[in-house]
């Protein structure tokens, strides 16, 4: 696909079928991760490919909002070292974009499911601290966000290329720009 088709036809999709993601899909997943750029090429994530049903039952419930995970085959745990860098965030949002666009090339769904800064449903800790705990990562590996993975049950039509003009200036905010 092109890339502009991607762009237009990810969609986040919160309802899979059962069917697992075959190897080679997984391995292009990766790949596309491992593309992305990162702050002085530091490159300090650690991806956990979660295909466990009970692993991916037990992450449903890390949060209110967790919900694609619970019918997704698979899902891809973000994480980064944040001892080795202070833009890990930034690093992480990137190569999950990555994965997000990968998955809808490769004719998957998939879903943004974000952790860092959310609360766990029982509230007695912190989203984060219970996906680090339940899949036993060192707490310096910070985790911005898992990406749900499936064949999608549900079809989404694709976004049209539109440019939000109110939020784009020429030169000084509020100029507008004139192409
Ligand atoms: C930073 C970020 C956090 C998100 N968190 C969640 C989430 O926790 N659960 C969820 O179901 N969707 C989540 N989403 C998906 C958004 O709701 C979705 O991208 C948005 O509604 C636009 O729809 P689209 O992805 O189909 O274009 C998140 C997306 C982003 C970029």
Not at 8 to 35: C, N, T
Not at 162 to 179: M, P, Q, R, T
Request: aromatic share 6%; net charge neutral; hydrophobic share 40%.
């Amino acid at each position: 696909m092109e890339l502009f088709e991607v762009m237009q036809r990810r969609r986040s999709i919160r309802h899979y079928k059962p069917d697992a993601v075959e190897p080679e899909k997984i391995r292009r997943l990766l790949q596309a991760a491992f593309l992305s750029p990162s702050g002085r090429n530091i490159r300090p994530w650690h991806f956990i490919v979660v295909d466990d049903r009970s692993l991916l039952d037990q992450l449903a419930n890390a949060k209110s909002g967790a919900r694609p995970l619970k019918t997704a085959p698979l899902a891809i745990v973000i994480a980064a070292d944040e001892d080795t860098t202070d833009i890990w965030i930034e690093d992480s949002a990137i190569a999950a974009e990555h994965i997000h666009l990968a998955a809808t090339d490769l004719g998957l769904g998939s879903c943004w499911v974000q952790i860092r800064g959310r609360q766990s449903i029982t509230a007695d800790i912190t989203a984060e601290k219970y996906v680090q705990k339940l899949l036993g990562l060192p707490q310096s590996y910070r985790i911005t966000c898992i990406i749900a993975i499936g064949y999608p049950v549900e079809t989404k039509r694709p976004h049209e290329p539109e440019i939000e003009w109110d939020k784009v200036s020429h030169n000084n905010y509020g100029k507008a720009l004139k192409l």
